[in-house]
């Protein structure tokens, strides 16, 4: 809070909020600020705030950045940071999040368990016989389970072969279906949200998928507080697009000491403090590159979500102009195959791919320019 702008940025989205983040993440003691109504908004701020110190100039980051991604509400931070919302959106939806999300865990007794090591489907297994949801699935030898307390008992009582039980200090059983009361509360708030297109590739929670349309990342970010985290498929997907450095914004150190587990080879890079800056900068420089995704504001582009085999659809060959919501084709891998549909209609300018290309997370596929708008 010495930093006079940082100070300036923290108290303005406090102001948006409504909480004062400053005297929370200053004073207030480790119990209060666990509540997650405070947890939240506290949590999304300090990333926004820590991004613009990291670069003083937003724009700068599009050409260093290939990717970002947000584990459960940092995904908020994540979509604020890639422009598919404001700093100021962020804020009402996470403090209205955080609002929800605790009057939902108040209404049964509900909490969350990580289990670490042993056998994943032995551990999967055990999670499914006591009726208990895998809400975080982080990885190599982390997962969490969430479920009522009793449910979350009778687990520890019986736990999997080879497998730590470590209760977590949580309001309640946030990621599974006890937490549908917000959903709907934050998909009402939703609608009125304006939303772009991130000008990066943004990693979804939901599973690992690019997300190229900022009405369909806000659409998953709320859905996602009711259904698990697959960070594992998001750690696929950064591998899948070949990172070589993953930098965690502060509060940092989980989510790289996950990468180091998952991502052997990848180095990272944990943003904890001011005097840190500089090095994080030149970490970035190291292993910064432009992401691929045009930001050119007359044009659109479809991005391929996964890893796969582009097959086009028969519908749209020949075609010049498109309307919106129209299938272009899928990608398919070993996993599933995935529809690929242009959120945004117009003419054809440039098809990037062709029928059997093997494509990359987030590849271009399709450029089109808007109907009726003229060309630049």
């Given at each position: 809070?010495?930093?006079?702008?940082?100070?300036?940025?923290?108290?303005?989205?406090?102001?948006?909020?409504?909480?004062?983040?400053?005297?929370?993440?200053?004073?207030?003691?480790?119990?209060?600020?666990?509540?997650?109504?405070?947890?939240?908004?506290?949590?999304?701020?300090?990333?926004?705030?820590?991004?613009?110190?990291?670069?003083?100039?937003?724009?700068?980051?599009?050409?260093?950045?290939?990717?970002?991604?947000?584990?459960?509400?940092?995904?908020?931070?994540?979509?604020?940071?890639?422009?598919?919302?404001?700093?100021?959106?962020?804020?009402?939806?996470?403090?209205?999040?955080?609002?929800?999300?605790?009057?939902?865990?108040?209404?049964?007794?509900?909490?969350?368990?990580?289990?670490?090591?042993?056998?994943?489907?032995?551990?999967?297994?055990?999670?499914?016989?006591?009726?208990?949801?895998?809400?975080?699935?982080?990885?190599?030898?982390?997962?969490?389970?969430?479920?009522?307390?009793?449910?979350?008992?009778?687990?520890?009582a019986e736990p999997p072969a080879k497998a730590r039980l470590m209760p977590l200090s949580v309001a309640g059983a946030f990621h599974t279906t006890h937490m549908e009361p917000a959903v709907g509360h934050l998909a009402r708030l939703a609608q009125s949200v304006s939303t772009h297109d991130p000008r990066t590739r943004l990693i979804s929670n939901k599973d690992g998928?690019?997300?190229?349309?900022?009405?369909?990342?806000?659409?998953?970010?709320?859905?996602?507080?009711?259904?698990?985290?697959?960070?594992?498929?998001?750690?696929?997907?950064?591998?899948?697009?070949?990172?070589?450095?993953?930098?965690?914004?502060?509060?940092?150190?989980?989510?790289?000491?996950?990468?180091?587990?998952?991502?052997?080879?990848?180095?990272?890079?944990?943003?904890?403090?001011?005097?840190?800056?500089?090095?994080?900068?030149?970490?970035?420089?190291?292993?910064?590159?432009?992401?691929?995704i045009e930001t050119t504001p007359t044009w659109r582009m479809v991005v391929s979500p996964a890893k796969g085999t582009f097959k086009l659809s028969e519908a749209v060959s020949g075609l010049g102009v498109i309307p919106a919501d129209t299938e272009i084709g899928a990608i398919a891998s070993l996993r599933d195959t995935i529809a690929i549909t242009s959120a945004h209609?117009?003419?054809?300018?440039?098809?990037?791919?062709?029928?059997?290309?093997?494509?990359?997370?987030?590849?271009?596929?399709?450029?089109?320019?808007?109907?009726?708008?003229?060309?630049?």
């Amino acid at each position: 809070m010495e930093d006079p702008a940082f100070a300036a940025r923290m108290e303005w989205l406090s102001t948006v909020a409504g909480i004062d983040l400053i005297d929370y993440g200053t004073n207030a003691d480790a119990e209060t600020i666990r509540a997650t109504e405070i947890a939240q908004p506290l949590l999304v701020a300090t990333g926004l705030v820590a991004a613009l110190q990291l670069f003083p100039q937003p724009a700068d980051a599009f050409s260093k950045i290939g990717a970002v991604a947000g584990h459960s509400v940092g995904e908020i931070t994540a979509a604020a940071g890639a422009r598919a919302i404001s700093a100021e959106q962020a804020m009402v939806l996470v403090r209205e999040r955080g609002k929800a999300m605790a009057e939902a865990a108040a209404k049964t007794p509900t909490g969350m368990t990580a289990v670490l090591g042993g056998n994943r489907e032995e551990v999967l297994a055990a999670i499914e016989k006591h009726g208990l949801t895998p809400a975080n699935d982080n990885g190599p030898g982390q997962i969490v389970a969430a479920g009522t307390m009793e449910q979350l008992e009778a687990f520890a009582a019986e736990p999997p072969a080879k497998a730590r039980l470590m209760p977590l200090s949580v309001a309640g059983a946030f990621h599974t279906t006890h937490m549908e009361p917000a959903v709907g509360h934050l998909a009402r708030l939703a609608q009125s949200v304006s939303t772009h297109d991130p000008r990066t590739r943004l990693i979804s929670n939901k599973d690992g998928q690019i997300v190229h349309d900022g009405a369909k990342a806000l659409g998953r970010i709320v859905g996602q507080i009711a259904n698990p985290v697959r960070w594992d498929l998001c750690l696929d997907t950064m591998s899948d697009i070949g990172v070589t450095g993953i930098l965690e914004m502060p509060p940092a150190g989980t989510l790289t000491g996950i990468a180091k587990r998952a991502l052997k080879g990848v180095e990272t890079f944990a943003l904890k403090t001011p005097d840190q800056l500089e090095d994080a900068r030149a970490f970035v420089e190291k292993h910064g590159e432009s992401n691929p995704i045009e930001t050119t504001p007359t044009w659109r582009m479809v991005v391929s979500p996964a890893k796969g085999t582009f097959k086009l659809s028969e519908a749209v060959s020949g075609l010049g102009v498109i309307p919106a919501d129209t299938e272009i084709g899928a990608i398919a891998s070993l996993r599933d195959t995935i529809a690929i549909t242009s959120a945004h209609g117009g003419e054809i300018i440039e098809w990037l791919v062709e029928d059997g290309d093997l494509v990359s997370p987030g590849q271009p596929l399709l450029r089109l320019h808007p109907t009726g708008a003229q060309h630049s």
